[in-house]
């Protein structure tokens, strides 16, 4: 059966860092694009980043500019996204998921929603 458990959450001061890990099991994420999304309170869910099955593509939501970055490790069956100077607007429960690869799929733009999730992780950025 295929999971996605993250961890890595927590309270952090604003202008700190963290980074948060997506494990899978059940499945290798070789051939799976893995998606980085958050939901803040009383707002929707928005997509956050995206990195292809291969690693050779990521994607960014511009309000980020430049301070998160996704990678993966694929020996590891793991997919990482690095905040740094992160903001307390950045508040949100974070979600990894995972969608079979197709061509495109993480290549110039995000995508709006995947087909398998995390149950995800709790970041607070609050002095």
């Known amino acids: 059966q295929l999971q996605l458990v993250e961890s890595g959450g927590g309270l952090v001061q604003p202008g700190g860092s963290l980074r948060l890990s997506c494990a899978a099991s059940?499945?290798?994420?070789?051939?799976?694009?893995i998606g980085w999304f958050r939901q803040a309170p009383g707002k929707e869910r928005e997509a956050v980043s995206c990195?292809?099955?291969?690693?050779?593509?990521?994607v960014y939501a511009d309000s980020l500019m430049g301070r998160f970055a996704i990678s993966r490790d694929n020996a590891k069956n793991t997919v990482y996204l690095q905040m740094n100077s992160l903001k307390p607007e950045d508040t949100a429960v974070y979600y990894c998921?995972?969608?079979?690869?197709?061509?495109?799929?993480?290549?110039?733009?995000?995508?709006?929603?995947?087909?398998?999730w995390g149950k995800g992780t709790l970041v607070t950025v609050s002095s």
């Open positions: 059940g499945f290798t994420l070789d051939y799976y694009g």
């Open positions: 998921a995972a969608e079979r690869t197709r061509p495109g799929l993480c290549v110039g733009s995000l995508v709006p929603s995947m087909t398998s």
């Open positions: 990195i292809n099955a291969n690693g050779a593509s990521t």
